[in-house]
């Protein structure tokens, strides 16, 4: 039986990283202040000192120099795994993301397939502002040719960083900074992975079905126990791959259920919650007994003093439920 | 002034090709004792000399107090700019009040130079009801628009463009106005750095951009930014003079920053300005220096502080003393006090304003939402939401 | 009666753009080509002669600082108005107008509020391959602190462009490329405005609803000409405002008809068409009587030989609206 | 060569300050005559001359019937690179088969220099089924991995951190790669010009960028581009040696160019080449130059063409003669026929292809999506949309 270790997702992070540069030596970790500092949440801690600055190093602070590289080292052979200080940050180097790495293999009849690996501590509830609490998932789920995953615990986060750096696509990861310390597995020490495109029912349940990714996972489990204690049983499910994204674990659990909530941090319009709401609706018709709720973040910049007010939380994800399964 | 000490300070000095007139200027003008040039001796009033060392003492309490506020956990982040004054209050002093200064965030001593009431900082930095921002963003992304300080904004860089085009506006509309940015040398390297420059040269703007090379991104030492021999050179490239200079030396900065506003004020253009200096503190009340710089280096620094080399120099022209500064401190720190009271005492911003401000009139979906989530919070007025 | 005139949607953009630049000195434009050239749909054709290079001028190449640049010249007191040469090059400006221009206005408290226009000829159907023929709405409709505006034909062009000059927001305006030149009305030469936020019902129609926007709405009034000829009457809806958006009238329309099409050339997932089906299966739940479908770009890059593949086209709408009617 | 038309050639010629050996390189070398300073009479063999002038040819006659066949509307777009020859042949030449190339999209001399066979090259621009770019791009939107060519996108600006990155993976895995990146004057203006050359400079990769600067960007001037008195000034605030050369003169680029090459394999970093060109033709078939420049500016450059320099250079080492130029030429006009008409004939891409390489493996959405067009369109085989 392989041992475990009680871990957070930092070290949970932090080992897969680990693991990976080990076996792969085409992997380099590059990004802003990850080298001897071991980047700002002291994910890559230890990894220059291990494998060197050739493989492990900081860069300048461009964000659009970062990713450009990154997709220049893969095309020459290498495995870039990029830092992206905050997920606020990736902005500057979007284009390098979606008119470069996400395009490079299609357009060149796959001459060429760069294979960048991006990591992003992501989302709110460290009263962060405007600009250290966002989700960009939604960006990147409407950009072909790459795949999105956020993480939702140590055990996830380490087997889905490694299935991510094993894959030979583009990955945007993205990882919940708000439970970065708080959340923590027994998980194994070994190299594991998980599979992508795969989502996980985090618990069974026949009233409704909740779904969320990241950190509103946890916000979830807690409206789906006082769900519980309301007398209603709730299916939860943690997306996992955000695109291209399983939409079939969705479907099964709302022909059963007939009732879904969606949850996420990012602003409600045109945020992911609309694609699954939009695919759901459509695939499990027949069987939807109440419309699919979407309990998001506003339609406003991520704010500082009323952040609390602004994340979706177990009262209102409660309630939706509720009036869900009452409708 | 050639002396141990300033060439001690001068160490990550060097001269740079640079064009204009401004090549003449000297990279520092203090001498150790505090004595300078005859020529400089009359650059700044005793007026003034005395308002800048008071406004030295204040945001030196500031910082000490705020950092202290920070570990009590009654702000939620700050950041200071100790050994950086000179610079900054430097380039505050040698423009007019309606000349926008774009700040990247490490800049209070603009806003203490301007003036801009202690409660307002307070009720930014607390993100309270009385905020201008009304709570919306970090502490220190200031924004007082009635004392020019455009917003400060997280992503770094953003603000250097703004300052191009502010000056070009300003030329067009005939203000008069000079549009100033600051950065730091990090925040050189990002694609709105060259953007900015460029189009500024192009443009011929009215605007002036100042680097603070105060040797950190964070971790991220300036070797790692650049192999540039020094950033000023990169006005080269843009057509845009480009000059290096002692940002611990406050006389050398107002010299700089004067022939940099008279010519941007004369339609002569933009000028970058690489202010040599360094980041005392951690980065951040977030950051921990220890874990990627030795003490000696800061010890190093702390030597060359730019506050002890003006107070020499306002003795050497018997415009300051230390009754002075005392007196200036003590004043400070109970106004400080004072205010703090008053500013904590304040509450939060109304949840209405959560869902303000977003467009001119919210939009429907907005609204609606607006509505929804104030119809349920009402109904649980004294629920409070934890946040894991 | 006012006067009238046939214009293509060149000449419609480039009257509203002379009209605005008449009646509001502030108002200056910029961009790659756009003074003396008059850009390379020449748009701005002319107005440089008019008014001068310092109101109508050309810029370096590089978007982020044409956007940089615009926002510093609206905290100045001008009305930038942007030309991006087509939206696939918008992205290096991406961060100026996601991070700084549609948050603004909030995270100062409205001290400031930089009013920018940028206007781009946007979509596919010119044989231009990935990066000439995106369609990245879906982009800033997540992005709050933008209107976004998208017009079919050269009235709610010039009209609606006009209205989004003298809005204090700032708004990205999308130009369907493809229908520049062939797009023909018969138009006030005066100055008008039409509502923003407000979809136009172009056919009524009781068998289903039919949403579009841009170059799509042409091909849905072929599909819904078509499926008349089958004998089916559909309602066909003009989007318009792309956020935010009239559900209003969408919600009203699908009250009536209990069924929903949606189409647009952005890949579909994650697109806009997703918003708006889980934003009406939840409003107009009850009287849903068929899955919303979304006929959509793939998720793929844009392509070249086979763009009439990719493209949505009147024939497969046609089917949906079909499927949907006979569900 | 001091002489008045290598003058008038350097009209945009200045010197500008470097680092480095490089600086020591003339600005140009062929004189009026053909003749050069005996030091470079044999810088190129007589067989390399032969080569290049046959390449040069070939770029001709391409040039010329690749437009005609657009005018035709049997190529949906082309753009020419009349007139830069010089700069795109004589950096190829300098060149190993494994060093990649980083097109922006008007260096197809790169390609018939590395014996890119002309069928892939019309089946890229037909976008047919034999494109190995499955007909997915533009014409000019060039890959062939085979031949060191990575791909052509659009986006101007993108593929220079690209020779950065690559650079940087030769070094890490000890291939001796050196990585070198074209962009035009007007894509320098872009910040991805600014993070390639910073990085580049930083990490000391063995890249090397080569500024086409030929005047234009479209209708925009390079006096729009920047107000810098050169681009290889830039240089300067990278660490990287900047150089600006007569890009009309072959020899001055490839002269320049071993340097840099022969630095960059000896881990001594990238290099910064701005060679002055001059964009004959209209930027591309959608484009009419009329509209914005004058035809006295066009012929005066057409006195410089690159190609009748060199001739007169192989003449005057008697390594090239009309009677060979009019061989070449006839023999290629042939060879061009008959490969197109070869090249005409392929089908388009299978419908199918649509849905392939987006990623490894098509995703869980776009299988679904692929499954329901496909039968769809199965079931109206004969169907031919017409896009309005
Ligand atoms: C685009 C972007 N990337 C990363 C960050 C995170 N960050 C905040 S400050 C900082 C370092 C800035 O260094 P410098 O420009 O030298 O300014 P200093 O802090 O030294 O005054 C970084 C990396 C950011 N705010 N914005
Ligand atoms: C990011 C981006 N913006 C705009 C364009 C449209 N465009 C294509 S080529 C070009 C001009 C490029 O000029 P230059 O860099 O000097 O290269 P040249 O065409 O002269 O060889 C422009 C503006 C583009 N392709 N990409
Ligand atoms: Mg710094
Ligand atoms: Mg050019």
């Known amino acids: 039986m392989a041992e475990t270790e009680t871990m957070n997702m930092l070290q949970a992070l932090n080992q897969a990283l680990d693991l990976y540069m080990e076996r792969d030596e085409r992997a380099v970790i590059l990004g802003e202040d990850v080298g001897h500092f071991g980047g700002v949440f002291r994910v890559t801690q230890g990894l220059q000192e291990k494998y060197g600055e050739e493989r492990v190093f900081d860069t300048p602070l461009a964000e659009a120099g970062i990713a450009g590289m990154a997709i220049g080292m893969a095309l020459g052979g290498l495995r870039p795994i990029v830092e992206i200080q905050f997920a606020d940050f990736v902005f500057p180097a979007f284009d390098q993301i979606v008119s470069e790495l996400a395009k490079y293999r299609y357009r060149c009849g796959a001459q060429y397939a760069p294979k960048v690996l991006i990591r992003m501590p992501y989302g709110g509830g460290i009263r962060g502002g405007h600009y250290h609490s966002q989700s960009p998932e939604a960006y990147f789920a409407h950009t072909p040719g790459l795949r999105v995953v956020a993480v939702s615990g140590p055990y996830e986060a380490k087997g889905l960083l490694l299935a991510s750096l094993e894959c030979d696509d583009p990955v945007i990861f993205l990882e919940p900074k708000r439970i970065y310390r708080s959340a923590k597995d027994e998980i194994p020490t070994d190299y594991y992975t998980l599979p992508l495109e795969r989502a996980r029912v985090v618990r069974k349940g026949e009233d409704a079905t909740l779904v969320a990714w990241g950190a509103m996972l946890g916000i979830c489990r807690e409206a789906a126990a006082r769900a519980e204690g309301e007398g209603y049983d709730v299916e939860l499910i943690d997306l996992l791959s955000i695109t291209p994204y399983d939409a079939r674990t969705l479907v099964r659990s709302v022909e059963r259920t007939g009732r879904m909530v969606v949850a996420h941090e990012a602003p409600v319009t045109a945020g992911f919650g609309a694609e699954l709401a939009a695919c759901v609706q459509a695939k499990a018709f027949a069987s939807l007994e109440a419309p699919i709720e979407r309990v998001c973040g506003f339609d406003t910049p991520f704010p500082y003093t009323l952040e609390e007010h602004y994340l979706p939380n177990a009262e209102r994800i409660l309630d939706a439920l509720v009036r869900t399964i009452e409708y | ?388």
Chains 1, 3 share one sequence.
């Open chain 2, 1 to 388: 002034g050639e002396n141990p000490e300033s060439a001690r300070c001068r160490c990550r000095l060097r001269a740079v090709p640079t064009r204009g007139v401004i090549v003449s200027a000297p990279l520092s003008i203090l001498n150790e004792d505090g004595s300078c040039a005859p020529e400089f001796a009359r650059l700044i009033s005793d007026e003034d000399l005395a308002a800048v060392l008071d406004a030295f003492v204040l945001n030196r309490v500031l910082d000490r107090r705020l950092q202290m506020l920070q570990r009590q956990g009654r702000l939620g982040f700050y950041m200071t700019s100790r050994g950086e004054e000179a610079t900054i209050l430097g380039v505050a002093m040698t423009l007019n009040a309606d000349d926008p200064i774009f700040l990247s965030y490490r800049e209070l001593g603009c806003l203490l130079w301007r003036r801009v009431p202690l409660a307002l900082i307070f009720n930014q930095l607390i993100g309270n009801s009385q905020d201008l921002c009304r709570g919306r963003q970090m502490p220190v992304h200031y924004c007082y628009r009635e004392w020019g300080i455009p917003s400060v904004s997280s992503p770094v860089g953003t603000q250097l463009p703004h300052a191009t085009g502010f000056g070009y506006a300003a030329r067009v509309r005939r203000t008069g106005q000079v549009a100033v940015a600051f950065c730091g040398e990090g925040t050189a390297s990002q694609g709105d750095f060259h953007t900015a420059l460029n189009f500024a040269g192009v443009f011929r703007t009215p605007s002036i951009f100042v680097i603070r090379n105060n040797g950190y991104a964070i971790s991220t030492p300036e070797s790692v930014q650049t192999a540039a021999k020094s950033l000023a050179a990169r006005g080269e490239g843009y057509g845009v003079p480009g000059i290096q200079l002692d940002g611990n030396d406050l006389l050398a900065v107002v010299r700089t920053m004067r022939e940099a506003v008279a010519r941007a004020r004369a339609g002569g253009g933009p000028t970058l300005i690489e202010a040599m200096t360094y980041r005392v503190g951690a980065h951040s009340t977030a950051d921990d220096p220890s874990a990627y710089r030795t003490d000696e280096e800061a010890k190093e620094w702390e030597r060359l502080d730019p506050f002890e080399r003006l107070k020499r120099h306002g003795k050497w022209r018997g415009a300051w003393d230390d009754a002075r500064e005392e007196a200036a401190r003590a004043a400070w720190e109970t106004r400080v006090t004072e205010t703090l009271a008053q500013c904590e005492k304040h509450p939060p911003p109304p949840v209405e304003s959560l869902f303000e401000d977003v467009l001119a009139t919210p939009g429907a979906q907005l609204a609606e939402q607006r509505d929804e989530y104030l119809a349920w919070h009402r109904r649980r007025p004294r629920e409070k939401f934890e946040v894991p």
